[in-house]
């Protein structure tokens, strides 16, 4: 089981950046895939969740700017990231879980990709 996120980079404030993140070994249709962040110094935190029939779970800092959606024949999430601000500077991590209920806590998702850093200058 590997994930695979991409996309990530150095935008300005404002700017928009759309984060893929690619599912091989096992198919992912029916389970949760999130994504998660973490900034230097702090702790991996929730940002959004997506179960196989497209329902959402947003963390409240990105709710109306952050967007995920899954392509389950490509077994690929995305997130589209609009209005990027500089606390939203931080490495990007998908995840994925066995269990077919969203959650909020990383300890619930057996699967994680790389992570891909994203930087957003004020």
């Known amino acids: 089981v590997q994930l695979q996120a991409s996309g990530g980079g150095l935008v300005q404030a404002g700017d928009s950046l759309r984060l893929s993140c690619a599912a091989s070994?096992?198919?992912?249709?029916?389970?949760?895939m999130g994504w998660f962040r973490q900034a230097p110094g702090k702790e991996r935190e929730f940002v959004v969740a997506?179960?196989?029939?497209?329902?959402?779970y947003y963390a409240d800092s990105v709710k109306g700017r952050f967007t995920i959606s899954r392509d389950n024949a490509k077994n690929t999430v995305y997130l589209q990231m609009n209005s990027l601000k500089p606390e939203d500077t931080a490495v990007y991590y998908c995840?994925?879980?066995?269990?077919?209920?969203?959650?909020?806590?990383?300890?619930?998702?057996?699967?994680w990709g790389q992570g891909t850093q994203v930087t957003v200058s004020s």
């Open positions: 070994g096992r198919t992912f249709s029916s389970n949760v």
């Open positions: 995840a994925a879980r066995t269990m077919p209920i969203m959650s909020r806590s990383r300890y619930e998702y057996a699967y």
């Open positions: 997506i179960n196989w029939s497209g329902n959402t």
